[in-house]
Structure formats: C-alpha cells, structure tokens
C-alpha cells in the first residue's frame, strides 16, 4: 500500500474538468515538493508538474498543480479524450528510509 | 536532445543472471542522478533506487536494497540495473529516468526494458 492516497479512478465528459487527490503523513508530503506524471497506456510515465506548481516546458496550461499541507492536487481542465492515462503523485520521503515515493495512481477515464 | 534509450526486452529463467541497460545522451551524464524505476504488471510505480554516476554515490529503496544492484559507465555514459538471481516474481517494466538536478523528481524517462522471467 502506497505512502500517498489517490483515489483509484476518476472520470469526467470531455471539456469538464477534474481534479485528482494526493494525501500523505506529514513526514511525507509536508516538507517536501510534489511532482505529477502521466502515462499515457503502453508508454513511460512523463513529468506534468513539478515543485507542487509549476510546469515543465510544453505542457499546456489545462494541467495545474497546487499543494496545501499533507495533501496536493492535480487539476485538468478542458478534459480531451488523449487525456486519459493514469497519473501518479510523487515526493521524496526524507525519513530513515530515505527515497522517491509515489502514489498508487489513480486512472482517469474521459466519458 | 535529451535520450535514454534502453533495451526493449529480455526473456530470462528463474536463477539466472541480468544487467540491463540505459544509455543517456544529449546531456552531461555526470550532472544528474539516474534512478530506476519499476512497474509491475497493471499496477503502479516503484521507486527502486539511483545512482550519482559522478562517484557511484547509490541509494536504495529498503524494499530492494540486497535484491539488486545499480552501477553506470562512465565511459560510455550507461547506468546498470542488474540482478544476480531472477525470480518469477521480477517479472515487470523497468524504467531508468534523470532526476532533474537539484532536485527529486524526474524530467526525461527511458521507454522501459520489459523483463520477463518465467521457466
């Protein structure tokens, strides 16, 4: 089981928008900056947001990040069918078992 | 450009021995940590370590630390994932993937190397 809560899936109609939840233990996400990737089905992960809100060049502004104590979101507005994909939260864990966590991933479905 | 390009596949027995590859182009190799990264099948991302292939400095997720082994080549700006007995259980999509410098998330990624171990 993941140190990060996402929920397993989303779904939302084209042109909607979403939102996709990322909560963790303080030791976890409070001090430290989230990053989000997508992968799209069949493809390696690619990097959406990163330090909580920004974004990296060539990801359009329909995909934004914001982070408020333990917990993070990602938000896709203007929802388009090569959107769905799954999408993973990710931080470093600076506790003795220091590293690279990420959530379990949550699956986004466009209707 | 930035690249990392791994090997598609690899088909190994239960026992057997494997190092797969990443080699990194377009950029300064010594600059930038790699770091792998496992997907098993249908289910969600492991973080399994990474590597300062300025100085070898590693560090190891507890839940793969003893069971593999990360190393680079410096020489030929390659980084190494490597196992000394496969278990069935290893059999899942590994990704390695540059940590973004001075920090802890990931800017370029490989396709990923397919391991399939099955007897």
């Known amino acids: 089981q993941s140190v990060l809560t996402q929920p397993p899936s989303v779904s939302a109609a084209p042109g909607q928008k979403v939102t996709i939840s990322c909560s963790g233990r303080?030791?976890?996400?409070?001090?430290?900056?989230i990053s989000w990737y997508q992968q799209l089905p069949g493809t390696a992960p690619k990097l959406l947001i990163y330090d909580n809100n920004k974004r990296p060049s060539g990801i359009p502004d329909r995909f934004s990040g914001s982070k408020s104590g333990t917990s993070a979101t990602l938000g896709i507005t203007g929802l388009q069918t090569g959107d769905e994909a799954a999408y993973y939260c990710?931080?470093?864990?600076?506790?003795?078992?220091?590293?690279?966590?990420f959530g379990g991933g949550t699956k986004l479905t466009v209707l | 450009e930035v690249q990392l390009v791994q090997p598609g596949t690899e088909v190994k027995k239960p026992g057997e021995s494997l190092r797969i590859s990443c080699k990194a182009a377009g950029y300064s190799f010594t600059t930038y940590w790699i770091d792998w990264v496992r997907q098993m099948p249908g289910k969600g991302l492991e973080w399994m370590g990474r590597?300062?292939?300025?100085?070898?400095?590693?560090n190891y997720s507890p839940s793969f630390q003893g069971h593999v082994t990360i190393s680079t080549d410096k020489s030929i700006n390659t980084a190494y994932l490597q196992w000394s007995s496969l278990k069935a259980s290893d059999t899942a999509m590994y990704y390695c993937?540059?940590?973004?410098?001075?920090?802890?998330?990931?800017?370029?990624w490989g396709q990923g190397t397919l391991v399939s171990v099955s007897s």
């Open positions: 993937a540059r940590q973004r410098y001075g920090a802890y998330d990931f800017d370029y």
């Open positions: 303080s030791s976890k996400i409070g001090n430290n900056y």
């Open positions: 590597i300062d292939p300025s100085d070898s400095d590693t």
């Open positions: 990710a931080t470093w864990d600076s506790s003795l078992s220091a590293g690279v966590v």
